[in-house]
């Protein structure tokens, strides 16, 4: 595997389930971010991680739980969604710090869909 | 806080023809780093060329080129020779560069750019 990967690429869940999505990246880097993005909506940044550390959480509902377990590993713990929150869920890292080098590079991305 | 705007929500070229995608932003900020990225249907959002404010020069990709205008906080795209891969949403990117500031690491987008490529 090369890059940023994200599993599943789909998703169908009900209101009342509990699911995650799972983001790797293969890359060495260092800091890593999960991003939203809606239909006809900028993508929204939505946690970022720098060196396992949680650096931002950008005003998300407690509905959404990040985990970084690793500088390798990212998850996006899903419980009590609403409709509103299908969407494509967008993962990212980069290598900060490092003069020049903060370029995201992203996953293909999770489509949500919430009955 | 920074914002990002791209004014046109459709775009289209002929084959091999050349298009400029317009983007321009807003910031107090005199360090900070710019982007193209390209999502095709796949949704794989694609990096396409970066800048950086301190730089002068225009950063350019094989047929991808920028015109960077800092004073007037522009940057916008050129893509020559269109090819039918090229057809996308493209979107354009702020990031602040100045390290221990609370919009470090974000990356500020703007609404996108839909290119259709007709050939």
């Known amino acids: 595997e090369t890059g940023v990967t994200q599993t599943p690429r789909h998703l169908v869940m009900g209101m009342t389930n509990k699911k995650s999505l799972k983001c790797e990246q293969h890359l060495g880097h260092n800091a890593m971010y999960w991003y939203k993005q809606s239909a006809k909506k900028p993508l929204e940044l939505m946690f970022v991680?720098?060196?396992?550390?949680?650096?931002e959480n950008n005003s998300v509902p407690s509905r959404f739980s990040p985990e970084c377990p690793n500088s390798s590993h990212l998850f996006l713990h899903l419980h009590t969604l609403q409709p509103e929150d299908s969407a494509l869920y967008l993962c990212?890292?980069?290598?900060?710090?490092?003069?020049?080098?903060?370029?995201?590079?992203f996953g293909p991305g999770t489509r949500l869909l919430v009955l | 806080a920074q914002t990002v705007t791209q004014s046109q929500p459709e775009m289209s070229v002929q084959e091999a023809e050349t298009v400029t995608l317009s983007c321009t932003y807003d910031?107090?900020?005199?360090?900070?780093?710019l982007f193209w990225y390209k999502q095709p249907p796949s949704r794989q959002m694609i990096l396409v060329i970066r800048q950086e404010a301190y730089k002068q020069q225009n950063a350019t990709e094989n047929r991808f080129s920028v015109n960077f205008q800092k004073a007037a906080k522009s940057f916008s795209l050129k893509i020559s020779d269109s090819q039918l891969g090229d057809a996308a949403m493209y979107f354009c990117a702020y990031r602040s560069a100045q390290a221990g500031g609370t919009s470090y690491g974000k990356l500020t987008f703007g609404q996108g750019t839909i290119l259709t490529v007709h050939p």
């Open positions: 910031t107090s900020e005199s360090d900070y780093y």
């Open positions: 990212a890292s980069s290598q900060d710090g490092s003069g020049g080098q903060e370029t995201q590079y």
């Open positions: 991680y720098n060196f396992k550390e949680q650096t």
